[in-house]
C-alpha cells in the first residue's frame, strides 16, 4: 500500500492487488473504499494488473486535519496521482458511484488520461439539478452513523445483518470492513467519518452534460435495474450520462442495486472484461 500526499498534504492510499497483463485502476464510492472490489479483483487478475484506490477520508488514508477539504478536484488530483504511481501512459479504470463520477471528470479535465472506462453508476448531478442537503435521508443517515465498534467482527455482522449490505457478496463486505476500519483502545473505528460522508453527498457543483461530448475514451454505463428506494438518482443519471458521451455505451444489469460490484463479482467482472479486452 502506497500513501499519495496531495498538494494540501492529504493522501489517498494505493492498493496493488496484483496480477498480470496492463494496469487496471479502481475507485470507490462515497463510504466505502478499494475493499468493496474483492469479489471482483479474483476475476481480474488473470488479465489486468489490478490497483485500488482509497479517497482521502476512506480506507487507508488517514485525515491530517478537520473538517476534511472534499472538493472534487482534490479527489481528481488524487486519481491523477495514482495514475502516475502505476503507469506514465494511458491506462484502463474502473469506477463506482463517485468514484466513477471522479473518473470522468478527470478524463473532462485531462484529456487522454484513460484509454477505456467502465462505471457502475457514476453519480453526477445535471445542470439544474439539487444536490441532496442538509436534510436529505442520505446526508441524514451519514451524520447518524455509528463510528465505533467492540471489534472488526462485531462491525462486519452488523453490515451483513441488514440493507443494503445484507445483500452483498460477504467476502466483498469484510474486505470492505477490514480497509474501513482503524484499532482503538476500546475496539475499532471507521476510517471514513460521517462528517465526511455526509459533505462528499452534499457538495460538489453540477455538471453541464453537453460537456461530456468531448470525452473520446470508450466508456461503458452501467446500471443496476433493480432500484433501491430513496437511492433513485444513481440509476436515473446513467442513460444520460452514457448518451451524451461521445463513444458511451449503456449497459443496464438485472437483480443489481446501485451496490451491484458487490453484490455479484462475477458477473460485474465480466462485464468489465468484456470492454477492456
Known amino acids: 500500500m502506497l500513501l499519495l500526499p496531495g498538494t494540501d498534504n492529504e493522501a489517498c492510499a494505493l492498493h496493488d492487488f496484483g496480477g498480470d497483463g496492463p494496469p487496471v485502476l479502481l475507485t470507490h464510492g462515497n463510504g466505502l473504499n478499494a475493499g468493496m472490489w474483492a469479489t471482483v479483483v479474483p476475476n481480474l487478475r488473470p488479465h489486468r494488473q489490478c490497483f485500488g484506490l482509497d479517497f482521502r477520508g476512506h480506507g487507508a488514508s488517514r485525515i491530517t486535519k478537520s473538517p476534511l477539504d472534499v472538493d472534487r478536484g482534490r479527489l481528481v488530483e488524487e486519481v491523477l496521482n495514482a495514475v502516475d504511481a502505476i503507469d506514465n501512459g494511458q491506462i484502463d479504470a474502473v469506477g ?151 463513444d458511451g455505451r449503456l449497459l443496464p444489469m438485472e437483480g443489481l442495486t446501485h451496490f451491484g460490484p458487490m453484490e455479484d463479482g462475477a458477473t460485474v467482472s465480466q462485464a468489465i472484461l468484456q470492454h477492456l479486452l
Open 96 to 246: 463506482h458511484s463517485l468514484g466513477g463520477a471522479t473518473l470522468l471528470r478527470t478524463e473532462l479535465e485531462n484529456p487522454g488520461t484513460f484509454r477505456r472506462l467502465w462505471l457502475f453508476e457514476p453519480v453526477m448531478v445535471p445542470d439544474g439539478h439539487a444536490r441532496p442537503d442538509g436534510d436529505h435521508p442520505l446526508v441524514v443517515a451519514a451524520r447518524r452513523r455509528r463510528t465505533n465498534f467492540p471489534s472488526l467482527q462485531a462491525f462486519t455482522e452488523r453490515l451483513l445483518s441488514k440493507p443494503p449490505f445484507a445483500d452483498c457478496e460477504e467476502q466483498a463486505v469484510r474486505a470492505y470492513a477490514e480497509l474501513g476500519t482503524y484499532p482503538t483502545s476500546t475496539g475499532v473505528c471507521l476510517s471514513c467519518s460521517g462528517d465526511t460522508e455526509a459533505r462528499i453527498f452534499g457538495s460538489g457543483t453540477t455538471t453541464d452534460f453537453t460537456k461530456l461530448k468531448s470525452i473520446n475514451t470508450p466508456t461503458v454505463i452501467a446500471r443496476g435495474e433493480a432500484v433501491a428506494i430513496g437511492n433513485e438518482l444513481p440509476p436515473e443519471m446513467a442513460s444520460p450520462i452514457a448518451s451524451h458521451l461521445k
